[in-house]
């Protein structure tokens, strides 16, 4: 027997890609170690840089991640082009 919510709303959760999930992981390293170099630039200049550019490495990742994404789905669409049938 569902739960009394489920029954009321169908929830389907989408299914999470590999890929999608290490995006999530490197955004959210990015956004901590962003967080964490902005308070350090106030006590240690030297940590807080290091900091900083290790969340732009990571957001460098993610636009890697983007890239091979974008380049995945238009080999997809030249696969399943039908305009000339």
Same mark, same amino acid.
């Given at each position: ?26 955004? $959210?390293?990015?956004? &901590?170690?962003?967080? @964490?170099?902005? +308070?350090? =630039?106030?006590? #240690?200049? %030297? ?5 900083? $550019?290790?969340?732009? &490495?990571?957001?460098? @990742?993610?636009? +890697?991640? =983007?890239?091979? #994404?974008? %380049? ?14």
């Amino acid at each position: 027997m569902k739960p009394f919510f489920e029954q009321i709303v169908c929830i389907d959760e989408p299914k999470m890609e590999e890929g999608d999930f290490m995006k999530q992981v490197w955004l $959210g390293i990015g956004l &901590v170690t962003q967080i @964490i170099g902005f +308070i350090f =630039l106030f006590f #240690e200049f %030297i940590i807080g840089i290091t900091f900083i $550019g290790l969340s732009f &490495v990571s957001f460098v @990742i993610i636009l +890697i991640y =983007l890239i091979k #994404e974008r %380049i995945q789905e238009k080999k997809e669409e030249e696969e399943n082009d039908y305009r000339n049938y």
